[in-house]
């Protein structure tokens, strides 16, 4: 299904469909302040799989990541988290960044890497936020597979390629094609280990 919402102002009886949809197990494809993504909800282990399938790869090896709604809701995901990390954190959410963190013993044991750390973001689109919100908990998130950024742009062209994969492809409009600046904050300093949108500075 090809769902058209508002980018802006998303209208609340289409967000509670796309919920209703993640609640039993759906994929779906939507926006994000970056690029489209692929989405489920976190707890089901057969729309995980079923991501991990589309992508072609394990779901404790793949590039996947949890999108939060605040920071409160983020810090329940990663263990405690100190006061210059928070304010990092702070400064930079919501935004156009990825931060690798490490996992807490909520991230269901499917997701837990060998390196024990889960990606977390909050994007600053209203439509991402609005999901998580209907749903009361993160989106598992994860690119979709291409190798031409242009063709994952546009909502027609994802609807073509992968309406057999999913259960909705948000049309938003264009998308971008740049995806999240990744941060790992799992050492002893913060380290971008891929440069997307937005700028990041040391702190």
Known sequence: ?????????????????????????????????????????????KAIERIARIKQVDPQKA?????CSSLSDLSQYTKS?????????????????????PASKQVPKLLHSKKNTIGLRIPDHPIALAI????????????????????????EEIYH??????DIVIDAGPGGIVPSTIIDCTGTECMVTRQGAGTWEEN
């Open 132 to 155: 998580v919100n209907a749903t009361g908990r993160p989106l598992l998130s994860a690119s979709l597979p291409g190798d031409v950024p242009e063709s994952i742009a546009q909502p």
């Open 161 to 166: 390629r992968f309406q057999s994969l999913v």
């Open 81 to 101: 988290i100190s006061t210059p990390l928070y304010r990092i954190l702070k400064n930079y959410l919501p935004g156009p960044y990825t931060f690798i963190l």
């Open 63 to 67: 590039q996947l990541s949890f999108v």
């Open 1 to 45: 299904m090809l769902l058209t919402i508002h980018p802006e102002h998303p209208q609340p009886r289409l967000i509670q469909q796309v919920a209703d949809c993640l609640a039993s197990g759906g994929i779906i494809i939507y926006p994000t302040d970056t690029i489209y993504g692929l989405g489920c909800d976190i707890f089901h282990p």
